[in-house]
């Protein structure tokens, strides 16, 4: 079956009915959060958790943009 159609498109769609249930606030608490805990780390002396847990922040907006395109653009 080729992309895009059949069951592709029933899941992508299934996917995006329920991240629009998300409050956007979430993901961008998310981020925050992510660094809080990155600069408690690195004060702690753990570093390469420190930029490890750092890292999460731009998934977590990126995830926030997407939830905010889904909600005011919907789906095909």
Not at 17 to 32: C, E, M, N, R
Not at 60 to 70: A, P, Q, R, S, T
Request: with cysteine; proline share 3%; hydrophobic share 45%.
């Amino acid at each position: 079956m080729a992309l895009g159609t059949g069951n592709e498109g029933n899941l992508t769609k299934a996917v995006e009915d329920q991240t629009s249930k998300i409050p956007s606030i979430v993901f961008l608490g998310a981020a925050v959060a992510s660094m809080g805990i990155s600069l408690t780390l690195k004060c702690l002396c753990k570093d390469k958790n420190a930029l490890f847990v750092g890292q999460w922040a731009a998934p977590f907006l990126l995830l926030g943009i997407y939830n905010k395109i889904v909600k005011t653009e919907g789906h095909d």
